[in-house]
């Protein structure tokens, strides 16, 4: 389909299954959920703070690969594995989203690879 382009950035933590980092439409940019993982594949252990930096580095690695930025993303979901680091997270995601998109945060039972966060959004191209 040539109104959806997948988009895989080799700066962002390479997917953990069968699908891209994003697809990008004429409209938005739709990302995949992201984990603490750099581009080699590794998990970032540590505090939420580091987790939550790593996810953010990755979803900025894919939107500028799409074209895109971390000031064009319109809703963002956030997972986490305990909901007992909600204010340590909001710390740290503070400092990469200040424009305040729509946003949710749900606690889940558990995240792929065991991580703490998993970060996915929707942007505009």
């Known amino acids: 389909m040539a109104d959806m382009i997948p988009i895989v950035s080799k700066?962002?933590?390479p997917a953990?299954?069968?699908y891209s980092h994003a697809i990008k439409t004429p409209t938005a940019i739709y990302c995949s959920g992201?984990?603490?993982m750099d581009a080699q594949g590794n998990l970032i252990q540590g505090s939420i703070t580091e987790?939550?930096?790593q996810v953010f580095k990755n979803l900025k690695a894919v939107l500028t690969e799409a074209g895109s930025s971390l000031k064009k993303i319109v809703k963002i979901n956030v997972f986490l594995a305990?909901?007992?680091?909600?204010?340590?997270?909001?710390e740290e995601y503070a400092k990469w989203i200040t424009h305040k998109p729509a946003r949710s945060c749900v606690a889940v039972k558990t995240l792929p690879k065991n991580v703490d966060v998993e970060i996915e959004c929707i942007a505009l191209p």
């Open 16 to 18: 953990a299954g069968p």
């Open 34 to 36: 992201s984990i603490p």
């Open 82 to 90: 305990d909901m007992g680091s909600f204010a340590e997270l909001n």
């Open 51 to 53: 987790q939550t930096a």
């Open 11 to 13: 700066d962002a933590a």
